[in-house]
């Protein structure tokens, strides 16, 4: 099973400020790995698959790159809908699908 | 587009079972790759499993298997996952999730989720 981590686990931002979050796999996963973001309450949203391409109505904001066992999310100038949990996956290997334990961006 | 609907809450004593459904709109249902994930109280996400329609195969992952059933109902366009021998570690939001609709024979990500069913494993 590869193991996702992502880091930090909380990240503090103030608005119109940037972010970058990490994620990082236990082997390599090739580009095959997506981001999500989640509200509390509310279900994820896909943000980025195949490591770079954003989901359907995502902001350009919101960029992914990397490859392998190293990735990151790069949002650009945090809006106040941005304060929420992101969590990686990967879908290369499976049998099981697997996430990151999550990066909270906090105002 | 596609849209998923789960059941509603569920409350169930622990050593029972407990079925959950998500009935989807949009897309071709016969040759969807649906998943089964859940997030116990302020944790991440666990895969627990998927049917991938085109086969006509369901996948589990390791920590389920023997315990979790993925079912679909062509006729009805739900898709169910019922997990039994329930403790209180079961105790969790499940969420069911679809692919891509253009992709049929692959566990990829998951662009569209329903809003989640609570399942509360109490005595």
């Known amino acids: 099973e590869i193991v996702m981590t992502q880091s930090p686990a909380t990240l503090s931002v103030s608005p119109g400020e940037g972010a970058t979050l990490s994620c990082r796999a236990s082997?390599?996963?090739?580009?095959?790995l997506a981001w999500y973001q989640q509200k509390p309450g509310q279900a994820p949203r896909l943000l980025i698959y195949?490591?770079?391409a954003r989901a359907t109505g995502i902001p350009a904001r919101f960029s992914g790159s990397g490859g392998g066992t190293e990735f990151t999310l790069t949002i650009s100038s945090l809006q106040s809908e941005d304060f929420a949990v992101y969590y990686c996956q990967q879908y290369d290997s499976w049998p099981p699908l697997t996430f990151g334990g999550g990066t909270k961006v906090e105002i | 587009q596609v849209q998923l609907v789960q059941s509603g809450a569920a409350v169930k004593k622990p050593g029972s079972s407990v079925k959950v459904s998500c009935k989807a709109s949009?897309?071709?249902?016969?040759?969807?790759?649906f998943s089964w994930v859940r997030q116990a109280p302020g944790q991440g996400f666990e895969w627990i499993g998927g049917m991938m329609g085109y086969y006509g195969t369901a996948i589990y992952a390791q920590k389920f298997r023997g315990r979790v059933l993925i079912t679909t109902d062509d006729s009805t366009t739900t898709v169910y996952m019922e997990l039994s021998s329930l403790t209180s570690e079961d105790t969790a939001v499940y969420f069911c999730?679809?692919?891509?609709?253009?992709?049929?024979?692959?566990?990829?990500?998951?662009?569209?989720w329903g809003q989640g069913t609570l399942v509360t494993v109490s005595s």
């Open positions: 082997k390599s996963v090739s580009r095959n």
């Open positions: 195949d490591t770079s």
């Open positions: 999730a679809r692919g891509p609709v253009d992709i049929q024979t692959s566990m990829l990500f998951l662009e569209y």
């Open positions: 949009g897309g071709n249902f016969a040759t969807g790759v």
